[in-house]
């Protein structure tokens, strides 16, 4: 810790900061030799207009705080930090613009100051700050996270839920998180190791292996109930500053799924799945009209190519439509491109599979690259789908999951989208097991779902489209 007008900072914190400030200069360096209006003397425009330049970068910096960037435990390689990232740098541009454009640019205040940036160095500035913020974070979480960030972890439970988070730590090596070991109070798992990590000790015992091995986080994988000695040793670490959390929700964190598993109806009750009810009913809205209104518009050329091929490649008509169930399980008709064979479903209906027969040669391109849930942005707009949420399903198959499936008919509280978090972090569904998996992220984007989030699905959407891969 720094001492800083007799606050206490995380050098962290201010490393962040002044890494910020770097790249913002090296923005606004490059914007200058780039800018044509500036091409003869770039060094003394820097210097006649150094004051609303800094102005700018100030406003950038107070951005990054306000959107909570100087959280440095952050992982800035995560899809949903990027976006956040880029929230921040849009967010900090439009209040530039308001203060060049219509505070400072008006006639009362140039009579006093002349402090004025161009729209094509602004422009040009905030893309490039927006492109260096990325790759600047990306890189510090990169080289710090695995080693100077390191946080020691005990995990509290060596039973199965335990050794879910074992694995989920695992899956992640160059996060930060250290797992130490387990604490049980089985007595055949004392001194034993458990996926080659140890059982340490006993739970009462867990105040003193915090201190003798550094811990800084504690996961209590326990589903049974705990014991009050437990919770009293766990009240009492949680306020003297070492990080406890339950298993679900870091398990969550971890995997951004949520472990149907190892969760219960008290827990969604006390967790809750979105509380984010201002963006849900009113912005969320806004961004799926404006969205598919404008990829209707820039899309239309394409239908009539889409649907040409479809006839000339297979007899059958161009649009597919099918009995879909959205939020609180209202039926609609979905819309898409045709991609199997007339009458596919001749034997009952049934999941597409690897390499299905079914499917024709132009349908294998349309799904590669999601061309076939264009159609569906009329479903949008008809307020029946959202373009972000879990994948729309039949009834049929939704009776038969509800049944086999724990907390399966908690996706249909929200609109079913063209993309969503299951979509795009496990893309394909040919078994009941993938179903199960695929659950597992509707319910993290169910319980979580905001501005962000939403972002960040649209950013990892792109991907697969430009490339035809999932994650």
Same mark, same amino acid.
């Given at each position: 810790?720094?001492?800083?007008f ?5 050098k962290?914190?201010?490393f ?6 770097c ?13 044509p209006?500036?091409v003869?003397?770039?060094?003394m425009?820097?210097v006649?207009?150094k ?14 705080? *306000?959107?909570?960037l100087?959280?440095?435990?952050q992982?800035?390689?995560?899809w949903?930090?990027?976006?956040? *990232?880029?929230?921040a ?7 530039n613009i308001?203060?060049?454009y ?15 940036v161009g729209r ?12 260096f ?9 990169a080289?710090a996270?695995?080693?100077?960030l390191q ?7 060596a ?5 879910? *988070?074992?694995? +989920? ?12 070991g387990?604490?049980d109070?089985?007595?055949?798992k ?11 000790d006993?739970t009462s015992?867990?105040p003193?292996i915090?201190?003798q091995y ?6 209590? +994988? ?5 014991s009050?000695?437990l919770?009293n040793i ?6 003297n500053g070492?990080?406890?959390v ?6 969550e964190?971890?995997?951004g ?13 006390f967790?809750?799945l979105?509380?984010? @009810?201002l963006y849900i009913q009113?912005?969320k809205?806004?961004?799926?009209l ?9 899309? +239309? ?8 091929a479809?006839r ?19 039926p609609?008709?979905i819309i ?10 001749r034997d009952?209906p049934?999941? +597409?599979?690897?390499n ?5 040669r132009v349908?294998?391109?349309?799904r590669r690259?999601?061309?076939?849930e ?5 479903n ?9 949420g879990?994948?729309?399903e039949r ?5 038969d999951?509800?049944?086999q ?5 908690l996706?249909?509280l929200? @609109? ?11 893309p ?6 993938h179903?199960r998996?695929?659950?597992q992220?509707?319910?993290y984007?169910? @319980? ?8 960040a699905?649209?950013? @990892? ?6 490339f035809?891969r999932?994650?």
């Amino acid at each position: 810790m720094i001492k800083v007008f007799g606050r206490h900072i995380s050098k962290w914190k201010l490393f962040l900061l002044i890494g910020d400030g770097c790249i913002y200069f090296l923005a606004l360096i490059i914007t200058i030799f780039l800018n044509p209006m500036a091409v003869e003397a770039p060094l003394m425009l820097l210097v006649n207009n150094k004051l609303p330049f800094l102005l700018v970068g100030g406003v950038y910096l107070v951005g990054n705080y *306000i959107l909570d960037l100087y959280d440095y435990q952050q992982d800035y390689r995560r899809w949903v930090n990027i976006a956040q *990232i880029l929230v921040a740098v849009l967010l900090s541009t439009l209040a530039n613009i308001t203060i060049f454009y219509f505070v400072l640019g008006s006639d009362v205040i140039r009579l006093y100051m002349f402090w004025f940036v161009g729209r094509v160095l602004l422009l040009i500035l905030a893309s490039l700050f927006a492109v260096f913020m990325v790759l600047w974070r990306y890189a510090f979480s990169a080289s710090a996270l695995p080693q100077r960030l390191q946080r020691r972890i005990v995990i509290v439970g060596a039973g199965s839920s335990g050794q879910r *988070i074992l694995q +989920a730590l695992r899956n992640r090596p160059n996060s930060g998180l250290v797992p130490i070991g387990f604490l049980d109070d089985a007595p055949s798992k004392l001194n034993t190791k458990i996926h080659g990590l140890p059982v340490l000790d006993i739970t009462s015992r867990l105040p003193e292996i915090v201190s003798q091995y550094q811990i800084s986080l504690v996961v209590v +994988a326990i589903t049974h109930e705990k014991s009050p000695n437990l919770v009293n040793i766990l009240t009492r670490l949680s306020w003297n500053g070492i990080q406890v959390v339950d298993m679900p929700g870091f398990y969550e964190f971890l995997s951004g799924k949520v472990p149907i598993d190892h969760i219960s109806d008290v827990w969604i009750f006390f967790h809750g799945l979105n509380k984010n @009810k201002l963006y849900i009913q009113h912005f969320k809205r806004l961004l799926d009209l404006a969205l598919s209104c404008c990829l209707l518009i820039t899309t +239309a050329p394409f239908f009539l190519l889409i649907a040409l091929a479809i006839r000339l490649d297979s007899p059958g008509p161009v649009f597919f439509l099918q009995d879909r169930l959205g939020d609180e399980g209202r039926p609609f008709k979905i819309i898409k491109f045709r991609t199997m064979i007339q009458d596919a479903e001749r034997d009952g209906p049934r999941w +597409a599979m690897d390499n299905d027969h079914r499917i024709t040669r132009v349908g294998k391109l349309l799904r590669r690259f999601r061309l076939d849930e264009l159609p569906q942005l009329v479903n949008i707009i008809k307020g029946e789908m959202s373009f972000i949420g879990p994948r729309p399903e039949r009834e049929v198959f939704v009776r038969d999951f509800n049944d086999q499936i724990p907390y399966y008919n908690l996706r249909l509280l929200v @609109k079913p989208g063209i993309t969503g978090w299951a979509q795009v972090m496990y893309p394909y569904a040919s078994s009941l097991e993938h179903t199960r998996e695929k659950l597992q992220y509707d319910l993290y984007y169910v @319980k979580n779902m905001g501005f962000f989030l939403d972002l960040a699905i649209l950013l @990892k959407t792109v991907r697969i489209v430009m490339f035809g891969r999932g994650t």
